[in-house]
């Protein structure tokens, strides 16, 4: 009797730790359906938010992807309303799918080059011709460049989906007052940005250094808006801003591979960009064209060749 007695208390306890493992379980599990159900909830609203307000769908031929690093052809527009506009913002985004670095080069929307079919005119001019397609052959006619993938974006749509993201505002530096033709006043110190803001941040130019103070300014927002991504405190806006990305942004993925692509980013947490401008510092000069205005005549070789060493890529 008293062995059997012994036996019986000496269950109890681990009868009570097998309830609390199923009470934890279950909380567990509960918390996972909760969050899947507001994530999926967050992402149609988003997807909704979006629908039938972005750029139109362009046919895209890129080029064979060939080891671990995709190019993205990255393009800022500003529509209006108007059936063709020129690319007021054009970067490529070279992303090292192995190690999760990314390298983004701008290039200044006044390099004079050759478009194919075309007399040679500004480079942003390209776009409004005939399209992705055609910015896409120039660049990759110009520098030998492979771009495998783009993304457009209008730039109304890239203020809502600035405050979807980031409802308190980005933070930004402004590095001077600043409100001449960008629809906004800014002045100069550490600021939280909503999307009108950063926008007009990323747009301006009416200072000594020109487009290409504007170009810095860009950078600075998509490093801005990486953090932003990538920022715990964001982490719940993330479903409805991928959703909104979808119907915001142009791209020629489909709907599931760019919701991969994010989640893949995402997923491997710190994301270095080292950035860029072509043309570099002392490769270029300014002359006037007929037709066409002041524009950049560039030492193409001299930026092909730091290309080549700043992706790390063959270029052909």
């Known amino acids: 009797m008293e062995e059997q007695d012994y ?8 009868k009570r730790r097998l309830r609390k493992g199923r009470a934890l379980f279950t909380l567990l599990l509960l918390f996972v359906i909760v ?5 999926v909830m967050q992402y149609r609203s988003g997807l909704k938010l979006a629908s039938d307000t972005k750029v139109a769908q362009e046919a895209f031929k890129g080029d064979t992807v060939n080891g671990d690093v995709e190019n993205y052809l990255l393009l800022g527009i500003d529509t209006r309303g108007e059936e063709k506009s020129r690319t007021d913002t054009m970067m490529v985004l070279s992303w090292n ?9 701008s290039l200044m929307r006044d390099i004079y080059a050759e478009i194919p079919g075309y007399k040679s005119y500004k480079l942003n001019t ?11 052959d120039t ?8 771009i495998h993938h783009y993304a457009i974006i209008d730039f109304k749509n890239f203020e809502s989906l600035v405050d979807i993201l980031a409802p308190n505002g980005v933070e930004i530096d402004v590095d001077k007052d600043m409100s001449e033709n960008i629809g906004v006043s800014l002045k100069q110190g550490v600021h939280n940005l909503n999307g009108q803001e950063l926008l007009g941040f990323a747009r301006f130019r ?4 020109g487009d290409f103070g504007r170009v810095a300014r860009q950078q600075k927002v998509i490093e801005a808006l990486k953090n932003e991504v990538l920022s715990p405190q964001n982490m719940m806006n993330l479903p ?7 119907g915001y942004i142009t791209t020629d993925y489909s709907s599931a591979e760019e919701v991969q692509q994010v989640l893949k980013m995402v997923s ?4 270095s960009i080292e950035k860029a401008t072509v043309p570099i510092e002392g490769s270029y000069n300014f002359q006037s064209f007929r037709g066409v205005g002041d524009s950049i005549v560039m030492d193409v070789e001299k930026n092909k060749e730091f290309l080549r060493k700043f992706l790390g890529i063959p270029l052909e």
């Open 7 to 14: 036996s019986r208390r000496s269950q109890r306890p681990q």
């Open 35 to 39: 969050i899947a159900g507001y994530s």
């Open 97 to 105: 799918k192995k190690t999760n670095d990314m390298k983004l080069v």
């Open 126 to 136: 390209a776009y409004y011709l005939d399209g992705v397609q055609l910015l896409k």
């Open 139 to 146: 660049i990759t006619n110009m520098f030998g460049l492979p």
């Open 206 to 209: 009416h200072d000594a250094e």
């Open 240 to 246: 409805k801003f991928v959703g909104a990305a979808q």
């Open 268 to 271: 491997k947490g710190k994301v």
